[in-house]
Nanobody, 123 residues
Framework: QVQLVESGGGLVQAGGSLRLSCAAS????????MGWFRQAPGKEREFVAA????????YYADSVKGRFTISKDNAKNTVYLQMNSLKPEDTASYYC????????????????WGQGTQVTVSS
């Protein structure tokens, strides 16, 4: 079992930056691929970024490529999402997710989910 707790959301102006954190419980965090997803009001949850269990491979949605960076600190049981050059369309609740050994870009690829943290980007 893995429990995930996101933090770092908030209100920021367009062009600004935020860093989201996702702290995981459990002693086997290093064996989990991690993903970030987001869900805006009235829209489906969508893939944002993913990182392999080792941190050696990363994947991004086209909409955030070049602006967001996912990273993983296995010693701290934490995955991060650095978000730069934020746009109003990035406004959403952001969720982290975990999958044993593997990663993916679909919701049902993941076994564990956090409760989410709200990001609001004003124009």
């Amino acid at each position: 079992q893995v429990q995930l707790v996101e933090s770092g959301g908030g209100l920021v102006q367009a062009g600004g930056s935020l860093r989201l954190s996702c702290a995981a419980s459990g002693r086997t965090f290093s064996t989990y691929g991690m993903g970030w997803f987001r869900q805006a009001p009235g829209k489906e949850r969508e893939f944002v970024a993913a990182i392999s269990w080792s941190g050696g491979s990363t994947y991004y949605a086209d909409s955030v490529k070049g602006r967001f960076t996912i990273s993983k600190d296995n010693a701290k049981n934490t995955v991060y999402l650095q978000m730069n050059s934020l746009k109003p369309e990035d406004t959403a609740s952001y969720y982290c997710a975990a999958r044993l050994f593997q990663l993916g870009q679909k919701l049902n690829d993941y076994d564990y989910w956090g409760q989410g943290t709200q990001v609001t980007v004003s124009s």
